[in-house]
Nanobody, 125 residues
Framework: VQLQGSGGGLAQAGGSLGLSCEAS????????LGWYRQAPGKDREFVAA????????PYADSVKGRFTVSRDNAKIMVYLQMNSLKPEDTAVYFC???????????????????WGQGTLVTVSS
């Protein structure tokens, strides 16, 4: 499975940006797609995820109400709409794909077998 992310870039605080990520290759068993981010000097952290079966998407507390994750099952794509951006949202954002993930494991990085290359998001104050 290969993951190709796009979007991101530079935004001012309070602005919006969108990220997208498309999976290719052996995508038949992908059932969960997630977003993680890693700020300079910090560990990678969970942002949001969406499961093919639906049932609601988990979000990190820090992005709830501001970010929205969605997916296109036909294209095996995942999107992250980021609104009301804050400087602390500055990070490299990674998409991830999981095979056979159950919904309760979607927030665990170890559950994802495939990762994109990362997309930089910079929010200025």
């Amino acid at each position: 499975v290969q993951l190709q992310g796009s979007g991101g870039g530079l935004a001012q605080a309070g602005g919006s940006l969108g990220l997208s990520c498309e999976a290719s290759g052996s995508i038949g068993n992908i059932n969960a797609l997630g977003w993680y981010r890693q700020a300079p000097g910090k560990d990678r952290e969970f942002v949001a995820a969406v499961h093919r079966m639906g049932g609601g998407s988990p979000y990190a507390d820090s992005v709830k109400g501001r970010f929205t994750v969605s997916r296109d099952n036909a294209k095996i794509m995942v999107y992250l709409q980021m609104n009301s951006l804050k400087p602390e949202d500055t990070a490299v954002y990674f998409c991830a794909a999981g095979l056979g993930i159950i919904t309760s494991s979607m927030t665990s990085a170890g559950a994802y077998a495939n990762w994109g290359q990362g997309t930089l998001v910079t929010v200025s104050s």
